[in-house]
């Protein structure tokens, strides 16, 4: 009896270790394109930019079987951080978009702590999406990013 429950209470603290978020950037991770970080619908991802020449890099392919609209957000923290949020679609015929950014809320007037958003982009089934966070002020600060998809 007291193997099983030795092995059900490490089960649940494995369980808990394996899908929560770290809230610190590891280096090689998510830093490149190739090394980009899985992110799901509806799933919210904390990281630092850890400075200068920092970028954090997310990946969500459509395999939906229909095509959506793609919705994406940064939330910056709270500190002074100035941040470049983009997206680049892979079609997955050959084609890939340029990047694009959202625009910085700080250009508009906006507070450094309004949120960036990339909405209403069409992605067919089969497209690779591509997130990308970077610091245009050097500050190494903690963001939220989240990814959201709806039907057309």
């Not at 990308?132 to 939220?144: A, D, F, L």
């Amino acid at each position: 009896m007291k193997h099983k429950k030795f092995i059900s209470m490490f089960l649940v603290f494995a369980m808990a270790f394996i899908f929560s978020q770290s809230a610190f950037a590891a280096k090689g991770i998510g830093d490149t394109k190739e090394t980009a970080i899985n992110i799901f619908p509806k799933q919210e991802i904390r990281l630092f930019i850890e400075g200068d020449g920092d970028k954090d890099w997310f990946i969500w392919t459509n395999n939906t079987g229909a095509t959506k609209y793609l919705s994406g957000a940064l939330e910056p923290g709270v500190g002074k951080c100035r941040y470049k949020f983009g997206v680049i679609i892979d079609y997955n015929n050959g084609r890939v978009s340029d990047i694009l950014f959202a625009q910085d809320p700080v250009d508009i007037g906006q507070s450094e702590w309004s949120i960036h958003t990339i909405n209403g982009i069409l992605i067919p089934p089969g497209a690779t999406v591509y997130y990308v966070v970077e610091s245009k002020n050097g500050v190494m600060e903690e963001y939220k990013i989240s990814h959201r998809i709806s039907d057309v």
